[in-house]
């Protein structure tokens, strides 16, 4: 700091207001500080100022099924948001749901000394075993609930109303793992909305969120007894509507299929799909800031329902949503239609 103050023309103390964003330095004054530091290759010693200022700068998160599109864009949005307000994020990946395994991950990230912790954890046996957990830094949990509570509910009820209101009496769903809160929720969407409604509600499908898993339970689906399906999450539609083309069964023509998530390849399916945005990166984002007003002292606050779209709207001809968009809601392409008889 001396050594850039000297080049700088300027006090040590200056650098140092300038270094920890103090507003009482002209712009002129951060500029020349800057260039000193640029023309120096200094680099803040991060380990000196975590003893100062007794914070590492650091969150750790720990997330399991990173393999999974919803975990993967969810982490996506922790960085960004912890980028955004000056942290590091130290990620753990968790293969399994164990005591030992969880101490693990998070002695791992204990050792980094962070700030706080968020934990991704789409099953109940994961919630559990971290919620026994006793740390000395705010420890937030992301369950089932790559969303808001309730709202999984409501984006299923309305994916399987969409059908409804297209003439569809006959709606099967093809459900993710039974362990996984997210699944549990859908499904118990799918069925609210068919009583409501009082249509009949056949024993779900059951499938692992993969597209292979679609695919077998669209070789089994019976066509004849159903002209729609609301399938959990867009990958496992893939593979369900690849295997009614093989089987000659046309999408949507004969049967009618509303996915889930809205992958970005989603709008380039054959047809393209229609299926329910999550807004994944603004949750990542949202859990961040709620992590901070616990290290900052300030307190969590409740979680934000999510904007609802009303059915057909929130997309443009050709799978295209607009760029006023909700981030979260039914956006309908073209592998929906009323059906034939």
């Not at 693990?104 to 957990?133: C, K, M, T, W, Y």
């Amino acid at each position: 700091m001396e050594d850039v103050a000297r080049v700088a023309g300027v006090s040590h103390q200056t650098v140092s207001r300038v270094l920890n964003d103090h507003p009482n330095v002209s712009p002129q004054t951060k500029e020349k500080v800057s260039a000193a530091i640029g023309a120096l290759g200094y680099r803040r010693n991060a380990a000196a100022r975590s003893l100062v200022t007794r914070s590492s700068k650091v969150i750790g998160v720990i997330i399991t099924e990173l393999e999974q599109y919803g975990p993967a864009s969810t982490l996506l949005g922790l960085q960004e948001a912890a980028f955004r307000n000056g942290y590091f994020v130290s990620v753990a990946g968790l293969r399994e749901l164990t005591p030992s395994a969880v101490l693990e991950s998070v002695n791992h990230l204990l050792n980094q000394a962070p700030d706080g912790i968020v934990v991704v954890a789409p099953v109940q046996a994961g919630v559990d075993l971290f919620r026994d957990l006793e740390l000395k830094i705010p420890l937030d949990i992301v369950a089932g609930g790559l969303a808001p509570e309730g709202s999984q509910e409501q984006a299923a009820r309305m994916a399987v109303g969409h059908l409804a209101d297209l003439g569809h009496r006959s709606i099967a769903h093809l459900a993710g793992p039974e362990q996984w809160m997210d699944a549990q929720r859908r499904a118990s969407g799918w069925r609210t909305e068919l009583q409501a409604r009082g249509l009949p509600a056949a024993p779900p499908m059951t499938g692992d969120w993969g597209a292979e898993s679609g695919y077998r339970n669209g070789l089994a689906f019976d066509a004849a007894a159903h002209s729609a399906v609301f399938v959990a999450n867009d990958q496992m539609a893939l593979g369900f509507m690849r295997a009614l083309h093989e089987r000659g069964i046309s999408v949507p023509g004969d049967v009618s299929v509303v996915g889930f998530d809205d992958q970005p390849e989603a709008a380039y399916f054959l047809p393209p799909l229609t299926t329910v945005r999550q807004d994944f990166r603004g949750m990542g984002r949202y859990c961040i800031d709620q992590l901070l007003l616990e290290i900052t002292g300030g307190g969590s606050g409740p979680m934000p329902e999510p904007d609802a779209v009303p059915s057909g709207q929130g997309a443009m001809p050709g799978g295209r949503a607009p760029e006023n968009a909700p981030e979260s809601g039914l956006i309908v392409r073209s592998s929906t239609a009323p059906p034939r008889n």
